[in-house]
Protein backbone atom coordinates (compact mmCIF):
# COMPACT_ATOMS: atom_id res chain seq x y z
CA UNK A 1 0.00 0.00 0.00
CA UNK A 2 1.86 3.52 -1.48
CA UNK A 3 1.79 6.16 0.72
CA UNK A 4 -0.51 7.88 -1.46
CA UNK A 5 -3.28 5.02 -0.89
CA UNK A 6 -6.37 6.57 0.87
CA UNK A 7 -5.93 4.24 3.87
CA UNK A 8 -1.79 4.85 4.07
CA UNK A 9 -3.11 7.35 7.38
CA UNK A 10 -4.61 4.70 8.80
CA UNK A 11 -1.47 2.13 9.21
CA UNK A 12 0.52 3.03 12.40
CA UNK A 13 2.03 1.35 15.29
CA UNK A 14 -1.19 1.64 17.03
CA UNK A 15 -2.64 -0.77 14.41
CA UNK A 16 -0.56 -3.26 13.26
CA UNK A 17 2.47 -5.08 14.69
CA UNK A 18 4.76 -7.93 13.69
CA UNK A 19 3.40 -11.10 15.10
CA UNK A 20 6.97 -12.70 14.63
CA UNK A 21 9.14 -9.83 15.71
CA UNK A 22 7.17 -7.22 18.14
CA UNK A 23 9.95 -4.49 18.42
CA UNK A 24 9.72 -4.11 14.15
CA UNK A 25 7.86 -0.86 14.60
CA UNK A 26 5.77 1.43 11.09
CA UNK A 27 8.35 3.62 9.72
CA UNK A 28 6.67 6.61 7.82
CA UNK A 29 8.42 8.68 4.85
CA UNK A 30 7.30 10.72 2.18
CA UNK A 31 6.24 8.82 -0.37
CA UNK A 32 7.54 5.91 0.81
CA UNK A 33 5.39 2.89 1.49
CA UNK A 34 4.48 1.71 5.21
CA UNK A 35 6.42 -1.61 6.42
CA UNK A 36 7.78 -2.56 9.94
CA UNK A 37 11.36 -2.47 9.70
CA UNK A 38 14.25 -0.96 12.09
CA UNK A 39 16.07 1.89 12.25
CA UNK A 40 19.82 1.37 11.39
CA UNK A 41 22.40 3.46 12.54
CA UNK A 42 26.28 3.11 11.73
CA UNK A 43 29.66 4.74 12.38
CA UNK A 44 31.75 5.01 9.54
CA UNK A 45 35.42 5.97 9.25
CA UNK A 46 34.72 8.14 6.08
CA UNK A 47 38.26 8.27 4.66
CA UNK A 48 38.81 4.25 4.34
CA UNK A 49 34.44 3.67 4.55
CA UNK A 50 34.92 1.59 7.57
CA UNK A 51 32.13 0.50 9.57
CA UNK A 52 33.15 1.39 13.04
CA UNK A 53 29.63 0.78 15.12
CA UNK A 54 26.60 -0.57 14.20
CA UNK A 55 23.20 -0.51 16.07
CA UNK A 56 19.41 -1.02 15.54
CA UNK A 57 16.66 0.82 17.07
CA UNK A 58 13.01 1.28 17.28
CA UNK A 59 12.10 3.22 13.61
CA UNK A 60 9.30 5.06 14.55
CA UNK A 61 12.15 7.35 17.30
CA UNK A 62 14.32 10.43 16.20
CA UNK A 63 17.79 9.97 14.49
CA UNK A 64 18.90 12.54 17.02
CA UNK A 65 18.35 10.18 20.49
CA UNK A 66 20.32 7.94 19.21
CA UNK A 67 23.58 9.80 18.71
CA UNK A 68 25.14 10.54 22.50
CA UNK A 69 24.77 6.21 22.98
CA UNK A 70 26.40 5.61 19.57
CA UNK A 71 29.46 8.09 20.77
CA UNK A 72 29.78 7.02 24.33
CA UNK A 73 30.02 3.32 22.86
CA UNK A 74 32.44 4.18 19.96
CA UNK A 75 34.64 6.43 21.61
CA UNK A 76 35.92 4.16 24.47
CA UNK A 77 36.95 1.56 21.47
CA UNK A 78 38.85 4.23 19.37
CA UNK A 79 40.69 5.19 22.51
CA UNK A 80 41.75 1.41 23.08
CA UNK A 81 43.21 1.07 19.98
CA UNK A 82 44.83 4.44 20.48
CA UNK A 83 42.85 5.60 17.75
CA UNK A 84 42.10 9.48 17.36
CA UNK A 85 38.80 10.86 16.87
CA UNK A 86 38.18 14.87 16.43
CA UNK A 87 35.76 15.27 14.06
CA UNK A 88 32.00 13.71 13.29
CA UNK A 89 29.45 14.59 10.26
CA UNK A 90 25.90 13.81 10.32
CA UNK A 91 23.00 14.73 8.36
CA UNK A 92 20.25 17.22 10.05
CA UNK A 93 18.49 14.20 11.66
CA UNK A 94 20.89 14.02 14.34
CA UNK A 95 21.31 18.13 15.10
CA UNK A 96 19.83 19.67 17.69
CA UNK A 97 21.31 22.23 20.70
CA UNK A 98 21.76 18.89 23.36
CA UNK A 99 23.93 17.00 20.79
CA UNK A 100 26.09 19.85 20.11
CA UNK A 101 26.83 20.46 23.31
CA UNK A 102 27.29 16.86 24.42
CA UNK A 103 29.60 16.74 21.44
CA UNK A 104 31.78 19.69 22.35
CA UNK A 105 32.19 18.60 26.09
CA UNK A 106 33.90 14.88 24.64
CA UNK A 107 36.05 17.46 22.77
CA UNK A 108 34.78 16.21 19.03
CA UNK A 109 34.51 18.91 16.65
CA UNK A 110 30.59 18.68 14.75
CA UNK A 111 30.09 19.64 11.42
CA UNK A 112 25.99 18.70 11.87
CA UNK A 113 23.90 20.20 9.26
CA UNK A 114 21.61 21.61 11.63
CA UNK A 115 18.96 22.98 8.65
CA UNK A 116 18.56 26.10 10.90
CA UNK A 117 19.93 29.29 11.15
CA UNK A 118 20.81 30.59 14.37
CA UNK A 119 18.14 32.98 15.16
CA UNK A 120 14.48 32.27 13.34
CA UNK A 121 12.94 35.94 13.27
CA UNK A 122 10.49 35.73 10.39
CA UNK A 123 11.73 38.92 9.06
CA UNK A 124 13.98 41.99 9.60
CA UNK A 125 17.25 42.80 11.03
CA UNK A 126 18.19 41.55 15.45
CA UNK A 127 20.84 41.96 17.36
CA UNK A 128 21.76 39.87 20.43
CA UNK A 129 23.40 41.82 23.45
CA UNK A 130 25.89 40.39 24.52
CA UNK A 131 26.01 39.72 28.54
CA UNK A 132 22.49 40.22 28.39
CA UNK A 133 19.47 38.04 27.39
CA UNK A 134 17.86 40.25 24.91
CA UNK A 135 17.57 40.92 21.43
CA UNK A 136 17.47 44.63 19.91
CA UNK A 137 15.59 45.38 16.93
CA UNK A 138 16.07 48.03 14.10
CA UNK A 139 13.93 50.88 15.51
CA UNK A 140 16.58 49.83 18.72
CA UNK A 141 13.62 48.63 21.31
CA UNK A 142 14.34 45.83 23.52
CA UNK A 143 13.10 42.43 23.32
CA UNK A 144 13.65 40.63 26.41
CA UNK A 145 13.61 36.97 26.99
CA UNK A 146 9.98 35.60 28.18
CA UNK A 147 9.68 32.01 28.05
CA UNK A 148 10.59 28.90 26.84
CA UNK A 149 9.02 26.70 24.44
CA UNK A 150 9.68 23.68 22.75
CA UNK A 151 9.49 21.92 18.82
CA UNK A 152 8.06 19.06 18.00
CA UNK A 153 11.21 16.90 18.55
CA UNK A 154 11.19 18.34 21.90
CA UNK A 155 13.89 20.75 21.34
CA UNK A 156 14.21 24.15 23.37
CA UNK A 157 13.44 27.38 21.99
CA UNK A 158 13.49 31.07 23.87
CA UNK A 159 10.73 33.04 23.25
CA UNK A 160 11.25 37.27 23.47
CA UNK A 161 8.95 40.14 22.12
CA UNK A 162 8.92 43.63 22.36
CA UNK A 163 6.78 46.09 24.43
CA UNK A 164 3.58 46.62 23.42
CA UNK A 165 3.59 50.33 23.48
CA UNK A 166 6.71 49.96 21.66
CA UNK A 167 5.66 48.76 19.03
CA UNK A 168 2.39 50.41 18.38
CA UNK A 169 4.11 53.64 18.43
CA UNK A 170 6.87 52.66 16.38
CA UNK A 171 7.04 54.45 12.52
CA UNK A 172 8.39 50.63 10.97
CA UNK A 173 5.59 48.58 12.39
CA UNK A 174 3.65 48.76 8.83
CA UNK A 175 6.70 46.91 7.61
CA UNK A 176 8.02 44.78 10.54
CA UNK A 177 4.78 43.47 12.26
CA UNK A 178 1.37 44.99 10.42
CA UNK A 179 -1.08 42.39 11.96
CA UNK A 180 0.90 42.02 15.31
CA UNK A 181 0.67 43.71 18.06
CA UNK A 182 3.77 43.12 19.17
CA UNK A 183 7.09 42.13 17.48
CA UNK A 184 8.13 38.11 18.77
CA UNK A 185 11.53 36.19 17.84
CA UNK A 186 12.50 33.20 18.57
CA UNK A 187 15.74 32.06 19.47
CA UNK A 188 16.90 28.20 19.78
CA UNK A 189 18.17 27.62 23.34
CA UNK A 190 21.24 26.38 22.30
CA UNK A 191 21.76 29.33 20.17
CA UNK A 192 26.03 29.41 20.56
CA UNK A 193 26.28 25.95 19.68
CA UNK A 194 24.16 26.47 16.90
CA UNK A 195 26.08 29.41 15.97
CA UNK A 196 29.25 27.41 15.48
CA UNK A 197 27.53 24.74 13.73
CA UNK A 198 25.91 27.28 11.22
CA UNK A 199 29.63 29.09 10.97
CA UNK A 200 31.33 26.04 10.16
CA UNK A 201 28.93 24.86 7.44
CA UNK A 202 29.12 27.90 5.60
CA UNK A 203 33.06 27.46 5.56
CA UNK A 204 34.73 25.98 3.01
CA UNK A 205 36.34 23.28 4.94
CA UNK A 206 32.53 22.68 6.42
CA UNK A 207 31.66 22.33 2.81
CA UNK A 208 34.14 20.10 1.85
CA UNK A 209 33.74 17.69 4.52
CA UNK A 210 30.21 18.00 3.77
CA UNK A 211 30.55 16.72 0.45
CA UNK A 212 33.59 14.23 1.20
CA UNK A 213 31.91 12.55 4.10
CA UNK A 214 28.89 10.48 2.82
CA UNK A 215 28.00 7.19 3.99
CA UNK A 216 25.37 6.67 1.79
CA UNK A 217 27.86 4.17 -1.00
CA UNK A 218 28.35 1.93 2.45
CA UNK A 219 24.69 1.40 3.01
CA UNK A 220 24.31 0.67 -0.55
CA UNK A 221 26.67 -1.84 -0.25
CA UNK A 222 25.19 -3.19 2.84
CA UNK A 223 21.77 -3.24 1.24
CA UNK A 224 22.48 -4.04 -2.15
CA UNK A 225 24.59 -6.49 -1.70
CA UNK A 226 24.74 -7.74 2.17
CA UNK A 227 21.38 -8.50 2.71
CA UNK A 228 20.68 -5.25 5.08
CA UNK A 229 17.12 -5.82 4.28
CA UNK A 230 16.43 -8.98 4.96
CA UNK A 231 13.29 -8.98 3.08
CA UNK A 232 12.32 -5.39 5.07
CA UNK A 233 13.33 -2.17 4.21
CA UNK A 234 15.84 -1.17 6.13
CA UNK A 235 15.60 2.66 6.93
CA UNK A 236 19.03 4.63 5.83
CA UNK A 237 20.35 7.01 8.38
CA UNK A 238 23.56 8.46 8.52
CA UNK A 239 26.43 9.32 10.61
CA UNK A 240 30.01 9.13 10.43
Known sequence: MGATHAKARVLSNKT??????????VSVKPD????????????VDAAGGVINHEQADFTDSRDS???????????????AQDL?????????????????TFLTERGLTYALDSGLRPIQTGGGRFHVRRG??????TAGKPLPFKKYDTTADGGWLKIYWAAYQDCMG????????PTAQRKQVTRIAYDPAYRRAWA??????????RWQGTVEPVFG????????????????????
Open 170 to 177: CPLKATCV
Open 132 to 137: ADTCTC
Open 200 to 209: RQQSRRGQAI
Open 16 to 25: HYSPTDRDAR
Open 84 to 100: LWCNVLCDTGYANGFNY
Open 32 to 43: KVRVLNYLCSLA
Open 221 to 240: SLIHHYGLKSGQHARQSRDA
Open 65 to 79: RHLPGMVQRLLPRLR
